[in-house]
């Protein structure tokens, strides 16, 4: 079954403390991205990747890190997690085409404490 | 810089009525595409409808339609015949090469 797969789906952790959400899809998408959604500001782009060992930048990297060593997976990391960044998170990808609608993965709720 | 605004945080709708979601954005691209995502309580992500911005044609798909201006910058979701199960968050979407989501619009089609 084609489908963006992310872990954990929830997680509660400390302030500081290093943690990672893993995101892999099994599509072959070039294009992977990571997004967090705030009541009342929707979602926004946190990193995005148009292929491998290409990231860049979305509207709110403050906090956190990407990389992308493989085409399938997109982990996103939290070196030094802080309460601002309690929220919904959301790995997306899609084929490199704009005309592509993004296969979202199935979220992960952050509480940072 | 892209923007998508979406001016209609609730809404509410009668089961079997129709209902318009609206969406206005700003790009300085030529080539970009929109969309419309909805987000059940389940909190799942999913595709509703897209829109080619090179097209004049209004997408459609089932009961859901949109009403594209391209001048004004406006993009507008209709339900038609509007179900129970279409309560859900709804987003707009531009995409040139990042992709931009609105606020959302919480719609609740009551019985």
């Known amino acids: 079954e084609a489908q963006v797969t992310q872990n954990p789906r929830y997680l509660i952790t400390v302030t500081g403390k290093k943690l990672t959400v893993t995101c892999s899809q099994n599509?072959?998408?070039?294009?992977m991205s990571w997004y967090r959604q705030d009541p009342g500001l929707g979602l926004r782009q946190i990193y995005y990747?148009?292929?491998?060992?290409?990231?860049d930048k979305g509207d709110v990297p403050e906090g956190y890190k990407v990389s992308r060593k493989e085409k399938r997976n997109f982990p996103l990391i939290l070196e030094s997690p802080s309460p601002n960044q309690t929220s919904l998170y959301f790995c997306?990808?899609?084929?490199?085409?704009?005309?592509?609608?993004?296969?979202f993965g199935n979220g992960t709720r952050l509480t940072v404490t | 810089a892209q923007t998508v605004t979406q001016s209609q945080p609730e809404m509410s709708v009668q089961e079997a009525e129709t209902v318009t979601l609206s969406c206005t954005y700003d790009?300085?691209?030529?080539?970009?595409?929109l969309f419309w995502y909805k987000q059940p309580p389940s909190r799942q992500m999913i595709l509703v409808i897209r829109?080619?911005?090179?097209?004049?044609q209004n997408a459609t798909e089932n009961r859901f339609s949109v009403n594209f201006q391209k001048a004004a910058k406006s993009f507008s979701l209709k339900i038609s015949d509007s179900q129970l199960g279409d309560t859900a968050m709804y987003f707009c979407?531009?995409?040139?090469?990042?992709?931009?989501f609105g606020k959302g619009t919480k719609l609740t089609v009551n019985p």
């Open positions: 599509m072959n998408h070039e294009y």
């Open positions: 979407a531009l995409r040139s090469e990042k992709l931009v």
């Open positions: 997306a990808s899609s084929p490199g085409q704009l005309y592509s609608p993004l296969h």
């Open positions: 829109q080619e911005a090179y097209k004049q």
């Open positions: 790009t300085s691209e030529n080539n970009y595409y």
């Open positions: 990747s148009m292929n491998v060992e290409v990231t």
